[in-house]
C-alpha cells in the first residue's frame, strides 16, 4: 500500500528518501554531528525513506536499521531522538527517485511497494561501516540502504561522486549524489510554490 504524508510541509509517498544534513543549530550534541557531516561531501549528510502510514520512516543508523516516527508531520530532531539513536539532524528536502522515470502514478504503486518491502526485510541489520562495500547486505549504511532498495526496482541511485584523491570512493553512496541525481523538493520550494513565488 502508498501513504502520502508531508513532513516540514513537504509532501512525501512510500519510498521517496528524505535528505537531511547533520547537526543541529544551538544543541551540544547537534553540534557533535554537524561536525561530523563535515566528513561527508555536500549539503546532504544522512537519509530516511519514508513508508508510512503516517510518519513512520526507516533509516540505517547507530542503532542499525530501524524505524522511527516522524510525528505531526515536524521534523524535530530532539522529539526524535531516542527513537533514532541520537542522531541530531536538519530536515533538508525529499529526494524522488521516481520522479526521473516516464510513469504514470499507476506503474509507480508497485515499485514503491517493492522498495518499502525491501527497506523492511532489512530491519535489525546492522550498520554498515565499510562505506566501500556498498553491495552487502549484512550491514547497511543510510544510503547504502536507499541504493539497495531502488537496485530492486532497477534504478542505480550511484552517480560516481567520489572524494579528491582519494582512489575507490566513487563505490561510495553518499547522501549528497541522491539528492543531486534525482528530483527533489524543500520546504522552501513548497512555500513559494504555494504563494505563487518563482
Known sequence: MIHSYQINGVAVQTGDIIC???GKPHILPGEFWRLLGRLVPGEVDH???YLGPAGRCVEA?????ATFEVLEGDWDTERMALQRGLLFDTFHGVAIPLGNQMLGKAP???L???VAEYCLAQLGKPYNLNF???ETETAFYCSQLAYKAY???GIDLNTGLAL???AGTNRIIFPQEIWSGCPHHTAEEQVATRYGNP
Open 20 to 22: 537531511t544534513h547533520n
Open 132 to 134: 566501500m562495500d556498498p
Open 47 to 49: 537519509v530516511a525513506i
Open 112 to 114: 514503491r511497494e517493492i
Open 108 to 110: 509507480q504503486q508497485p
Open 61 to 65: 543508523g547507530a542503532r542499525g536499521v
Open 164 to 166: 579528491e584523491r582519494v
Open 151 to 153: 537496485k530492486q526496482v
